[in-house]
Protein backbone atom coordinates (compact mmCIF):
# COMPACT_ATOMS: atom_id res chain seq x y z
CA UNK A 1 0.00 0.00 0.00
CA UNK A 2 1.16 3.70 -1.12
CA UNK A 3 2.14 5.57 2.32
CA UNK A 4 0.29 7.95 0.45
CA UNK A 5 -3.57 8.23 2.52
CA UNK A 6 -4.98 10.64 0.40
CA UNK A 7 -4.37 11.83 -2.76
CA UNK A 8 -6.03 14.99 -4.69
CA UNK A 9 -5.35 15.14 -8.35
CA UNK A 10 -5.74 18.09 -10.68
CA UNK A 11 -8.98 18.89 -8.72
CA UNK A 12 -11.38 22.16 -9.76
CA UNK A 13 -14.65 22.99 -7.74
CA UNK A 14 -16.86 25.56 -7.08
CA UNK A 15 -20.85 26.31 -6.45
CA UNK A 16 -22.88 26.85 -9.38
CA UNK A 17 -20.93 28.71 -12.43
CA UNK A 18 -18.40 29.70 -9.90
CA UNK A 19 -15.47 28.28 -10.00
CA UNK A 20 -13.27 28.71 -6.89
CA UNK A 21 -10.60 26.11 -6.66
CA UNK A 22 -8.37 24.83 -9.70
CA UNK A 23 -5.75 22.11 -10.45
CA UNK A 24 -5.53 21.39 -6.69
CA UNK A 25 -2.54 18.49 -6.53
CA UNK A 26 -1.64 17.43 -3.00
CA UNK A 27 -0.64 14.35 -1.12
CA UNK A 28 -1.49 13.46 2.41
CA UNK A 29 1.09 10.78 3.92
CA UNK A 30 -0.36 8.85 6.39
CA UNK A 31 -0.37 9.96 9.94
CA UNK A 32 1.10 13.41 8.77
CA UNK A 33 -0.20 16.73 9.30
CA UNK A 34 -0.91 19.22 6.14
CA UNK A 35 -1.35 22.63 6.61
CA UNK A 36 -3.26 24.27 3.92
CA UNK A 37 -2.90 27.84 4.98
CA UNK A 38 -4.12 31.05 2.83
CA UNK A 39 -5.81 33.96 3.15
CA UNK A 40 -9.72 34.83 3.36
CA UNK A 41 -11.60 33.60 0.40
CA UNK A 42 -8.53 31.77 -1.12
CA UNK A 43 -10.60 28.00 -1.19
CA UNK A 44 -9.48 26.94 2.02
CA UNK A 45 -13.14 25.11 2.77
CA UNK A 46 -13.88 24.89 -0.27
CA UNK A 47 -10.80 22.60 -0.74
CA UNK A 48 -12.30 20.81 2.60
CA UNK A 49 -15.94 20.47 1.64
CA UNK A 50 -14.48 18.31 -1.93
CA UNK A 51 -12.32 16.25 0.58
CA UNK A 52 -15.50 15.55 2.68
CA UNK A 53 -18.10 15.33 0.18
CA UNK A 54 -19.90 18.29 0.83
CA UNK A 55 -19.19 19.31 -3.05
CA UNK A 56 -18.68 17.54 -5.73
CA UNK A 57 -15.46 18.30 -7.97
CA UNK A 58 -16.27 19.27 -11.06
CA UNK A 59 -12.72 17.95 -12.27
CA UNK A 60 -9.97 16.00 -11.12
CA UNK A 61 -10.14 12.61 -8.95
CA UNK A 62 -9.92 11.84 -5.07
CA UNK A 63 -8.46 8.89 -3.74
CA UNK A 64 -8.43 7.54 -0.31
CA UNK A 65 -6.53 4.49 0.42
CA UNK A 66 -6.38 3.87 -3.08
CA UNK A 67 -9.60 3.72 -3.52
CA UNK A 68 -11.15 7.21 -5.45
CA UNK A 69 -13.69 8.36 -3.41
CA UNK A 70 -14.16 11.67 -5.91
CA UNK A 71 -18.25 10.93 -6.50
CA UNK A 72 -18.77 8.91 -2.80
CA UNK A 73 -20.86 10.43 -1.14
CA UNK A 74 -20.83 12.70 2.21
CA UNK A 75 -22.42 10.36 4.77
CA UNK A 76 -19.78 7.20 3.40
CA UNK A 77 -17.00 8.60 3.80
CA UNK A 78 -17.30 8.46 7.67
CA UNK A 79 -17.38 5.04 7.54
CA UNK A 80 -14.45 5.20 5.07
CA UNK A 81 -12.50 6.91 7.94
CA UNK A 82 -12.53 10.24 6.90
CA UNK A 83 -14.00 12.55 9.61
CA UNK A 84 -14.16 16.83 9.40
CA UNK A 85 -14.52 19.29 11.70
CA UNK A 86 -16.25 21.99 10.11
CA UNK A 87 -15.51 25.93 10.65
CA UNK A 88 -17.46 26.94 13.74
CA UNK A 89 -17.97 23.40 14.39
CA UNK A 90 -20.94 23.25 13.92
CA UNK A 91 -22.38 21.27 16.70
CA UNK A 92 -26.37 20.70 17.38
CA UNK A 93 -27.07 23.36 19.35
CA UNK A 94 -30.43 22.26 20.72
CA UNK A 95 -29.08 19.02 21.68
CA UNK A 96 -26.62 18.06 24.65
CA UNK A 97 -22.79 17.40 24.48
CA UNK A 98 -23.62 14.00 24.94
CA UNK A 99 -25.75 13.68 21.95
CA UNK A 100 -23.79 15.28 20.09
CA UNK A 101 -21.12 12.80 20.68
CA UNK A 102 -23.07 9.91 20.59
CA UNK A 103 -23.75 11.24 16.77
CA UNK A 104 -20.26 11.25 15.90
CA UNK A 105 -20.40 7.61 16.05
CA UNK A 106 -23.96 7.21 13.95
CA UNK A 107 -21.86 5.37 11.11
CA UNK A 108 -22.71 1.71 11.39
CA UNK A 109 -19.51 0.46 11.77
CA UNK A 110 -18.93 2.82 14.73
CA UNK A 111 -21.89 2.29 17.03
CA UNK A 112 -20.97 -1.04 18.10
CA UNK A 113 -18.14 0.58 20.33
CA UNK A 114 -20.01 3.66 21.10
CA UNK A 115 -19.90 3.37 25.09
CA UNK A 116 -16.38 2.98 25.09
CA UNK A 117 -15.52 5.44 22.52
CA UNK A 118 -17.50 7.50 25.04
CA UNK A 119 -15.39 7.69 27.93
CA UNK A 120 -12.07 7.46 25.87
CA UNK A 121 -13.04 10.62 23.98
CA UNK A 122 -14.43 12.15 27.83
CA UNK A 123 -11.00 11.19 29.36
CA UNK A 124 -9.26 13.52 26.29
CA UNK A 125 -11.54 16.08 27.00
CA UNK A 126 -12.77 16.45 30.53
CA UNK A 127 -14.26 19.60 30.35
CA UNK A 128 -17.43 17.43 28.30
CA UNK A 129 -17.80 15.18 30.93
CA UNK A 130 -18.91 18.15 33.15
CA UNK A 131 -21.16 19.58 30.72
CA UNK A 132 -22.16 16.19 29.09
CA UNK A 133 -25.71 17.10 29.59
CA UNK A 134 -25.84 21.10 28.73
CA UNK A 135 -26.82 22.05 25.61
CA UNK A 136 -24.15 21.85 22.80
CA UNK A 137 -25.32 25.70 21.85
CA UNK A 138 -24.75 26.79 25.59
CA UNK A 139 -20.75 25.82 25.60
CA UNK A 140 -17.86 28.83 24.97
CA UNK A 141 -16.38 29.13 21.94
CA UNK A 142 -13.37 27.14 23.35
CA UNK A 143 -15.71 24.00 24.73
CA UNK A 144 -17.51 24.27 21.51
CA UNK A 145 -14.47 23.83 19.22
CA UNK A 146 -12.95 20.74 22.19
CA UNK A 147 -16.84 19.17 21.43
CA UNK A 148 -16.59 19.72 18.12
CA UNK A 149 -12.81 17.49 17.81
CA UNK A 150 -13.96 15.19 20.32
CA UNK A 151 -17.49 14.21 18.07
CA UNK A 152 -15.26 13.87 15.16
CA UNK A 153 -13.45 11.45 16.77
CA UNK A 154 -16.32 9.69 18.14
CA UNK A 155 -15.87 7.66 14.70
CA UNK A 156 -12.49 6.55 15.17
CA UNK A 157 -11.12 8.22 11.79
CA UNK A 158 -7.83 7.76 10.28
CA UNK A 159 -8.13 11.09 8.79
CA UNK A 160 -9.35 14.26 10.32
CA UNK A 161 -10.48 17.33 8.23
CA UNK A 162 -10.21 20.55 10.28
CA UNK A 163 -11.57 23.64 8.94
CA UNK A 164 -10.20 26.77 10.64
CA UNK A 165 -10.12 26.01 14.45
CA UNK A 166 -8.89 28.90 15.34
CA UNK A 167 -12.15 30.70 14.09
CA UNK A 168 -13.52 32.95 17.09
CA UNK A 169 -11.02 31.66 19.83
CA UNK A 170 -8.60 33.40 21.82
CA UNK A 171 -4.82 33.16 20.71
CA UNK A 172 -4.63 31.25 24.22
CA UNK A 173 -7.22 29.13 23.49
CA UNK A 174 -6.11 28.74 19.69
CA UNK A 175 -2.83 27.92 20.73
CA UNK A 176 -4.14 24.89 23.06
CA UNK A 177 -6.77 23.83 20.30
CA UNK A 178 -3.81 22.96 18.17
CA UNK A 179 -1.65 21.46 20.36
CA UNK A 180 -4.58 19.11 21.52
CA UNK A 181 -4.67 18.11 17.64
CA UNK A 182 -1.23 17.65 17.53
CA UNK A 183 -1.49 15.50 20.66
CA UNK A 184 -4.01 13.31 19.37
CA UNK A 185 -2.34 12.95 15.98
CA UNK A 186 0.33 11.60 17.29
CA UNK A 187 -1.33 9.52 19.78
CA UNK A 188 -4.27 8.38 17.29
CA UNK A 189 -1.99 8.19 14.54
CA UNK A 190 -3.69 10.27 12.56
CA UNK A 191 -3.52 12.06 9.15
CA UNK A 192 -4.90 15.54 9.46
CA UNK A 193 -5.26 18.30 6.99
CA UNK A 194 -5.85 21.36 8.99
CA UNK A 195 -7.17 25.15 7.06
CA UNK A 196 -6.17 28.03 9.12
CA UNK A 197 -5.22 31.71 8.23
CA UNK A 198 -3.31 31.60 11.26
CA UNK A 199 -0.06 31.17 9.06
CA UNK A 200 2.33 30.79 11.73
CA UNK A 201 0.46 28.78 14.34
CA UNK A 202 -0.73 26.21 12.09
CA UNK A 203 2.69 26.26 10.74
CA UNK A 204 4.12 25.47 13.93
CA UNK A 205 2.34 21.95 14.49
CA UNK A 206 2.25 20.96 10.50
CA UNK A 207 4.61 18.51 9.37
CA UNK A 208 3.77 19.96 5.63
CA UNK A 209 2.39 23.20 4.36
CA UNK A 210 0.61 24.74 1.02
CA UNK A 211 -0.40 27.75 0.46
CA UNK A 212 -3.47 28.56 -1.23
CA UNK A 213 -3.94 32.02 -3.18
CA UNK A 214 -6.61 32.73 -5.56
CA UNK A 215 -8.12 28.71 -5.70
CA UNK A 216 -4.55 27.87 -6.63
CA UNK A 217 -1.52 26.15 -4.83
CA UNK A 218 0.95 28.97 -4.99
CA UNK A 219 3.88 26.92 -2.85
CA UNK A 220 4.19 23.62 -1.23
CA UNK A 221 7.05 22.39 0.89
CA UNK A 222 7.72 21.56 4.43
CA UNK A 223 6.06 23.44 6.93
CA UNK A 224 9.47 24.09 9.15
CA UNK A 225 10.68 25.39 5.34
CA UNK A 226 8.02 27.61 4.74
CA UNK A 227 8.37 29.17 7.63
CA UNK A 228 11.76 30.40 7.31
CA UNK A 229 10.53 31.11 3.60
CA UNK A 230 10.86 35.03 3.63
CA UNK A 231 8.19 35.34 1.15
CA UNK A 232 6.18 33.46 3.25
CA UNK A 233 6.87 35.77 6.52
CA UNK A 234 6.47 38.83 4.77
CA UNK A 235 3.08 37.66 3.00
CA UNK A 236 1.65 35.44 4.96
CA UNK A 237 2.69 36.15 8.85
CA UNK A 238 3.29 39.76 8.92
CA UNK A 239 6.39 39.54 9.78
CA UNK B 1 -70.89 25.12 36.10
CA UNK B 2 -71.91 21.67 34.15
CA UNK B 3 -72.13 24.39 30.58
CA UNK B 4 -68.95 25.15 31.18
CA UNK B 5 -67.41 21.86 31.60
CA UNK B 6 -68.90 20.54 28.54
CA UNK B 7 -67.68 23.20 26.43
CA UNK B 8 -64.12 22.17 27.84
CA UNK B 9 -64.88 18.50 27.24
CA UNK B 10 -65.91 19.56 23.73
CA UNK B 11 -62.97 21.53 23.02
CA UNK B 12 -60.56 19.29 24.10
CA UNK B 13 -61.58 16.39 22.06
CA UNK B 14 -61.32 18.31 19.45
CA UNK B 15 -58.18 19.48 20.24
CA UNK B 16 -57.60 15.99 19.90
CA UNK B 17 -58.35 15.25 16.37
CA UNK B 18 -55.97 18.88 15.73
CA UNK B 19 -53.18 17.58 17.65
CA UNK B 20 -53.17 13.89 15.83
CA UNK B 21 -53.71 15.81 12.02
CA UNK B 22 -50.53 18.56 13.47
CA UNK B 23 -47.97 16.11 14.78
CA UNK B 24 -47.11 14.55 11.38
CA UNK B 25 -47.29 18.09 9.61
CA UNK B 26 -45.14 19.47 12.23
CA UNK B 27 -42.52 16.74 12.35
CA UNK B 28 -42.42 17.41 8.48
CA UNK B 29 -41.72 21.00 8.88
CA UNK B 30 -39.40 20.35 11.46
CA UNK B 31 -37.37 18.02 9.44
CA UNK B 32 -37.59 18.97 5.77
CA UNK B 33 -38.73 22.53 5.63
CA UNK B 34 -41.58 22.03 3.59
CA UNK B 35 -44.98 23.35 4.42
CA UNK B 36 -46.71 20.40 3.13
CA UNK B 37 -50.48 21.45 1.94
CA UNK B 38 -51.28 18.04 1.27
CA UNK B 39 -51.33 16.96 4.73
CA UNK B 40 -55.19 16.99 4.93
CA UNK B 41 -55.64 14.74 1.71
CA UNK B 42 -53.65 12.28 3.72
CA UNK B 43 -55.84 12.22 6.36
CA UNK B 44 -58.77 12.34 4.06
CA UNK B 45 -57.20 9.22 1.87
CA UNK B 46 -56.48 7.45 6.11
CA UNK B 47 -60.63 7.70 6.06
CA UNK B 48 -60.98 6.55 2.92
CA UNK B 49 -58.49 3.27 3.47
CA UNK B 50 -60.84 2.78 6.18
CA UNK B 51 -64.03 2.78 4.56
CA UNK B 52 -62.19 0.35 1.48
CA UNK B 53 -60.77 -2.12 4.46
CA UNK B 54 -64.39 -1.75 6.10
CA UNK B 55 -66.47 -2.77 2.61
CA UNK B 56 -63.65 -5.59 1.09
CA UNK B 57 -61.97 -6.92 4.18
CA UNK B 58 -65.02 -6.12 6.89
CA UNK B 59 -62.29 -4.73 9.20
CA UNK B 60 -63.59 -1.96 12.11
CA UNK B 61 -61.86 1.32 11.29
CA UNK B 62 -59.55 0.60 14.66
CA UNK B 63 -58.19 -2.19 13.08
CA UNK B 64 -57.78 -0.89 9.81
CA UNK B 65 -54.90 1.66 11.18
CA UNK B 66 -52.25 -1.19 11.13
CA UNK B 67 -53.19 -1.67 7.27
CA UNK B 68 -54.04 2.06 6.07
CA UNK B 69 -50.78 3.94 8.10
CA UNK B 70 -48.18 1.87 6.30
CA UNK B 71 -50.20 2.21 3.15
CA UNK B 72 -49.74 5.86 4.38
CA UNK B 73 -45.92 5.75 5.30
CA UNK B 74 -45.12 3.88 1.69
CA UNK B 75 -47.54 6.22 0.20
CA UNK B 76 -45.46 9.59 1.88
CA UNK B 77 -41.98 7.98 1.13
CA UNK B 78 -42.98 7.70 -2.75
CA UNK B 79 -44.49 11.66 -3.12
CA UNK B 80 -40.87 12.71 -1.29
CA UNK B 81 -38.90 10.56 -3.17
CA UNK B 82 -40.94 11.33 -6.52
CA UNK B 83 -41.83 14.87 -5.86
CA UNK B 84 -40.11 16.57 -3.69
CA UNK B 85 -37.02 15.14 -3.57
CA UNK B 86 -35.87 16.52 -7.23
CA UNK B 87 -36.79 20.11 -6.26
CA UNK B 88 -34.50 20.43 -3.05
CA UNK B 89 -32.94 23.57 -2.56
CA UNK B 90 -35.96 25.13 -3.84
CA UNK B 91 -38.54 25.33 -0.74
CA UNK B 92 -40.96 27.19 -2.41
CA UNK B 93 -41.58 25.00 -5.70
CA UNK B 94 -41.69 22.33 -3.23
CA UNK B 95 -44.62 23.99 -1.27
CA UNK B 96 -46.47 24.78 -4.68
CA UNK B 97 -45.93 20.87 -5.43
CA UNK B 98 -47.70 19.88 -2.52
CA UNK B 99 -50.58 22.20 -3.59
CA UNK B 100 -50.81 20.55 -6.62
CA UNK B 101 -50.42 17.06 -5.12
CA UNK B 102 -53.72 17.97 -2.86
CA UNK B 103 -55.40 19.02 -5.75
CA UNK B 104 -54.39 15.64 -7.69
CA UNK B 105 -55.66 13.44 -4.63
CA UNK B 106 -58.83 15.47 -3.99
CA UNK B 107 -60.02 15.31 -7.61
CA UNK B 108 -58.62 11.39 -7.54
CA UNK B 109 -60.83 10.35 -4.77
CA UNK B 110 -63.70 12.49 -6.34
CA UNK B 111 -63.37 11.06 -9.46
CA UNK B 112 -63.48 7.54 -8.07
CA UNK B 113 -66.23 7.99 -5.97
CA UNK B 114 -68.63 10.18 -7.82
CA UNK B 115 -68.63 12.35 -4.97
CA UNK B 116 -70.97 10.36 -3.11
CA UNK B 117 -71.02 10.86 0.70
CA UNK B 118 -69.88 7.58 2.54
CA UNK B 119 -69.49 6.79 6.19
CA UNK B 120 -68.08 3.98 8.49
CA UNK B 121 -69.37 1.88 10.71
CA UNK B 122 -67.31 0.90 14.44
CA UNK B 123 -68.74 -1.41 16.79
CA UNK B 124 -67.42 0.81 19.54
CA UNK B 125 -69.34 4.20 18.01
CA UNK B 126 -72.35 2.88 20.32
CA UNK B 127 -70.52 3.20 23.35
CA UNK B 128 -69.80 6.07 25.82
CA UNK B 129 -67.75 7.19 28.39
CA UNK B 130 -68.86 9.14 31.24
CA UNK B 131 -66.83 11.77 33.41
CA UNK B 132 -68.74 13.32 36.42
CA UNK B 133 -71.86 15.29 34.90
CA UNK B 134 -70.96 14.55 31.05
CA UNK B 135 -70.61 11.50 29.01
CA UNK B 136 -68.60 11.49 25.88
CA UNK B 137 -68.34 9.25 22.95
CA UNK B 138 -65.81 6.38 23.12
CA UNK B 139 -64.64 7.03 19.18
CA UNK B 140 -63.34 10.66 20.71
CA UNK B 141 -62.34 9.33 23.85
CA UNK B 142 -59.82 7.49 21.56
CA UNK B 143 -59.00 10.03 19.32
CA UNK B 144 -57.75 11.79 21.70
CA UNK B 145 -56.07 9.00 23.38
CA UNK B 146 -54.14 8.42 20.27
CA UNK B 147 -53.07 11.74 20.23
CA UNK B 148 -51.33 11.67 23.46
CA UNK B 149 -49.61 8.31 23.01
CA UNK B 150 -48.43 9.07 19.64
CA UNK B 151 -47.09 12.80 21.14
CA UNK B 152 -45.37 10.65 23.46
CA UNK B 153 -44.30 7.81 21.32
CA UNK B 154 -42.45 10.02 18.65
CA UNK B 155 -41.26 11.98 21.54
CA UNK B 156 -38.93 9.06 23.26
CA UNK B 157 -38.80 7.85 19.43
CA UNK B 158 -37.21 11.55 18.46
CA UNK B 159 -34.90 11.50 22.29
CA UNK B 160 -34.26 8.38 22.83
CA UNK B 161 -33.12 6.18 19.23
CA UNK B 162 -29.87 6.72 17.57
CA UNK B 163 -32.45 7.27 14.35
CA UNK B 164 -34.50 9.69 15.94
CA UNK B 165 -31.40 11.69 17.19
CA UNK B 166 -30.32 11.62 13.23
CA UNK B 167 -33.61 13.01 12.43
CA UNK B 168 -33.01 15.78 15.29
CA UNK B 169 -29.66 16.71 14.00
CA UNK B 170 -30.67 16.87 9.96
CA UNK B 171 -33.65 19.21 11.23
CA UNK B 172 -31.01 21.16 12.99
CA UNK B 173 -27.63 21.32 10.95
CA UNK B 174 -28.34 19.12 7.55
CA UNK B 175 -24.56 19.05 6.24
CA UNK B 176 -22.59 18.63 10.04
CA UNK B 177 -25.55 15.64 9.93
CA UNK B 178 -24.06 14.27 6.53
CA UNK B 179 -20.57 14.53 8.01
CA UNK B 180 -21.79 12.47 11.24
CA UNK B 181 -22.89 10.00 8.32
CA UNK B 182 -26.16 10.20 7.77
CA UNK B 183 -28.01 9.99 5.01
CA UNK B 184 -30.12 12.98 4.69
CA UNK B 185 -32.09 12.14 1.81
CA UNK B 186 -33.45 8.66 3.53
CA UNK B 187 -33.84 11.28 6.67
CA UNK B 188 -36.30 13.19 4.91
CA UNK B 189 -38.05 10.30 3.11
CA UNK B 190 -38.75 8.82 6.33
CA UNK B 191 -39.94 11.76 8.24
CA UNK B 192 -42.08 12.69 5.32
CA UNK B 193 -43.11 9.05 5.61
CA UNK B 194 -43.84 9.41 9.45
CA UNK B 195 -45.88 12.16 8.72
CA UNK B 196 -48.27 10.75 6.01
CA UNK B 197 -48.45 7.25 8.51
CA UNK B 198 -49.92 10.00 11.17
CA UNK B 199 -52.24 11.64 8.89
CA UNK B 200 -53.38 8.23 7.65
CA UNK B 201 -53.72 7.04 11.27
CA UNK B 202 -56.04 10.38 12.17
CA UNK B 203 -58.08 9.47 8.80
CA UNK B 204 -59.05 6.12 10.51
CA UNK B 205 -59.77 7.40 13.89
CA UNK B 206 -61.93 9.63 12.86
CA UNK B 207 -63.64 8.46 9.91
CA UNK B 208 -66.41 6.82 12.25
CA UNK B 209 -67.09 10.37 13.71
CA UNK B 210 -67.75 12.36 9.77
CA UNK B 211 -69.11 11.62 6.72
CA UNK B 212 -66.27 11.21 4.32
CA UNK B 213 -66.10 13.44 1.38
CA UNK B 214 -63.11 14.23 -0.83
CA UNK B 215 -62.58 17.76 -0.08
CA UNK B 216 -62.91 16.97 3.74
CA UNK B 217 -58.85 17.68 4.45
CA UNK B 218 -59.33 21.01 4.49
CA UNK B 219 -61.41 21.23 7.23
CA UNK B 220 -58.59 20.03 8.89
CA UNK B 221 -55.82 21.48 7.44
CA UNK B 222 -56.33 25.09 7.95
CA UNK B 223 -56.29 24.36 12.23
CA UNK B 224 -53.60 22.47 11.37
CA UNK B 225 -51.45 25.06 10.50
CA UNK B 226 -52.69 27.61 13.46
CA UNK B 227 -51.89 24.54 15.50
CA UNK B 228 -48.03 24.17 14.17
CA UNK B 229 -47.58 28.26 14.78
CA UNK B 230 -49.68 29.09 17.50
CA UNK B 231 -47.36 25.64 19.24
CA UNK B 232 -44.52 25.78 17.85
CA UNK B 233 -42.87 25.27 14.45
CA UNK B 234 -41.20 21.75 14.67
CA UNK B 235 -42.08 20.84 18.02
CA UNK B 236 -44.43 17.70 18.23
CA UNK B 237 -45.17 18.68 22.03
CA UNK B 238 -45.84 21.85 20.34
CA UNK B 239 -47.99 20.35 18.02
CA UNK B 240 -49.84 18.49 20.33
CA UNK B 241 -50.27 21.18 23.11
CA UNK B 242 -51.61 23.49 20.22
CA UNK B 243 -53.59 21.23 19.10
CA UNK B 244 -55.41 21.44 22.12
CA UNK B 245 -55.88 25.26 22.66
CA UNK B 246 -57.22 25.39 19.42
CA UNK B 247 -59.77 23.22 20.29
CA UNK B 248 -60.94 25.13 23.21
CA UNK B 249 -60.47 28.13 21.33
CA UNK B 250 -63.10 26.95 19.01
CA UNK B 251 -65.14 25.46 21.52
CA UNK B 252 -65.08 28.91 23.48
CA UNK B 253 -65.46 31.05 21.17
CA UNK B 254 -67.99 29.08 19.27
CA UNK B 255 -70.13 29.37 22.35
CA UNK B 256 -69.54 32.25 24.12
CA UNK B 257 -69.09 35.03 21.31
CA UNK B 258 -70.72 33.62 17.74
CA UNK B 259 -70.22 30.51 15.96
CA UNK B 260 -69.83 32.33 12.69
CA UNK B 261 -66.76 33.83 14.81
CA UNK B 262 -64.56 30.94 16.12
CA UNK B 263 -62.39 30.66 12.89
CA UNK B 264 -61.54 34.60 12.86
CA UNK B 265 -61.18 34.20 16.47
CA UNK B 266 -58.61 31.01 16.12
CA UNK B 267 -56.94 33.10 12.66
CA UNK B 268 -56.75 36.17 15.33
CA UNK B 269 -54.92 34.29 17.54
CA UNK B 270 -52.63 32.79 15.00
CA UNK B 271 -51.50 36.33 13.39
CA UNK B 272 -51.00 36.82 17.48
CA UNK B 273 -48.72 34.76 17.73
CA UNK B 274 -46.99 34.50 14.75
CA UNK B 275 -45.79 38.38 14.96
CA UNK B 276 -44.82 38.26 19.13
CA UNK B 277 -43.76 34.92 19.60
CA UNK B 278 -42.52 33.39 15.96
CA UNK B 279 -40.89 30.50 17.58
CA UNK B 280 -44.65 29.68 18.79
CA UNK B 281 -45.71 29.00 22.92
CA UNK B 282 -43.75 25.86 22.96
CA UNK B 283 -41.37 26.02 20.21
CA UNK B 284 -37.40 27.13 21.20
CA UNK B 285 -36.80 30.52 20.55
CA UNK B 286 -34.51 30.71 17.78
CA UNK B 287 -34.85 27.06 16.11
CA UNK B 288 -36.58 27.71 13.19
CA UNK B 289 -34.22 30.38 12.14
CA UNK B 290 -31.12 27.53 12.91
CA UNK B 291 -33.33 25.04 10.04
CA UNK B 292 -34.08 27.83 7.70
CA UNK B 293 -30.25 28.78 7.74
CA UNK B 294 -29.75 25.44 6.42
CA UNK B 295 -32.19 25.48 3.33
CA UNK B 296 -30.71 28.33 2.02
Redesign the interface.
Known amino acids: MSDDHLVIAGMGAGYGDVSVLHDISFAVPRGKIVAVVGVNGAGKTTLLSAVAGLIVPTRGTVTLDGADITRTAAHRRTGLGLAMVPEGGRLFPFMSVRENLELGAYAPASRSGLVERMSEVMDMFPILRDRQDQLAGRLSGGERQMCAVARALMSRPQLLLLDEPSVGLSPLMTEKVLATVTDLAAREGLSVIIVEQRVTEVLAMADIGHILDHGRIVRSGLAADLRKDRQVQETYMGL | MTELVNILAVGLLLGGIYALVSVGLNLIFGVIRIVNFAQGEFVMLGMYGAFAAQITLRLDPYVATVLVGPALFALGAFVYWVILRPLQGQPMMQVFATFGLLMILENTVLALTGGTAYSVNSGLTGYSVSFGPIQIGLPRVLVLTAATVVTLALGWYLKST?HG??I??VA??R??????????ERIYMVSFGIGAALAGLAGCLLSPLYTMSPQIGMNFIMPAFAVVVLGGLGSVKGAYFGGLIVGLTEALAGFYLDPALKQAVLFLMFIIVLVVRPSGLFG?A??EE?GLREQS
Open positions: MKARAQDNAARLMGVDVTGAV
